[in-house]
């Protein structure tokens, strides 16, 4: 079956423009994480999806950065204004549950903001 | 706060074996996890250990001592194949995973 996808691969933009990216989970999955992960850096926990809960925004670095998860599938990761420190890649994962079930990573979408 | 520590690199030769290391401070702890990820690309789920003890997955092995607040992924018969970077993240109920900074392993022939 298919696996998490995430679009853009790749997105420039410029200071100050707002950007989205998107993730497709895999089909089932009831939990969707957004993490971002600098350069030659360990991943930084954003927001958590679990079904129908409310999400856990609790990662979020500040309000410019918000998320959607729209039926239960499909996540849209908003930032705001966007600055240069935003530069990353913002890595989506899926899995049957949270905690200990095994997390399934997208290939991710790598943001440079001039 | 929530902490792993890992070295943040490790070389070895093919062949060899390797153990990285990954000591964590957490407020309430479930299991330990471990991931690869080769550049550029995203990280896939290796080991989780919810116990004391080893759990072996062919060439790879994972160690937890909760007494200890320690774990660590052991990698044998090293191949060049096997050069990425390994996370350890730890399970705190937090719903999401505890990820610590890397350990960056250079397989050298």
């Known amino acids: 079956g298919a696996g998490v996808s995430q679009s853009p691969s790749n997105k420039v933009t410029e200071k100050g423009k707002d950007v989205e990216l998107r993730c497709d989970p895999i089909?089932?999955?009831?939990?969707l994480y957004w993490y971002r992960q600098s350069l030659g850096q360990g991943l930084e926990f954003l927001i958590y999806?679990?079904?129908?809960?409310?999400?856990?925004k609790s990662g979020l670095p500040s309000d410019r950065f918000s998320a959607e998860r729209t039926g239960g599938s499909v996540s849209t990761l908003t930032i705001q204004r966007t600055q240069q420190e935003d530069s990353a890649v913002y890595l989506c994962?899926?899995?049957?549950?949270?905690?200990?079930?095994?997390?399934?990573f997208g290939p991710g979408t790598r943001l440079t903001v001039l | 706060g929530q902490s792993l520590e890992q070295p943040s690199e490790v070389t070895a030769v093919e062949g060899a074996i390797v153990q990285i290391n990954c000591t964590y401070q957490?407020?309430?702890?479930?299991?330990l996890s471990w991931y690869q990820q080769h550049d550029g690309g995203a990280p896939t789920f290796l080991s989780y250990?919810?116990?004391?003890g080893l759990e072996e997955t062919g060439r790879f092995s994972s160690f937890l001592s909760r007494s200890d607040s320690y774990g660590y992924l052991l990698l044998q018969e090293l191949q060049m194949k096997d050069s990425a970077s390994y996370f350890c993240?730890?399970?705190?109920?937090?719903?999401?995973?505890?990820f610590g900074s890397g350990t960056r392993l250079q397989v050298q022939p």
């Open positions: 250990n919810a116990l004391d």
């Open positions: 957490t407020s309430g702890f479930y299991g």
């Open positions: 993240a730890a399970d705190t109920g937090r719903r999401a995973l505890t």
């Open positions: 994962a899926s899995s049957i549950g949270q905690g200990k079930n095994e997390q399934f």
């Open positions: 999806f679990q079904g129908n809960s409310a999400p856990d």
């Open positions: 089909s089932g999955h009831t939990a």
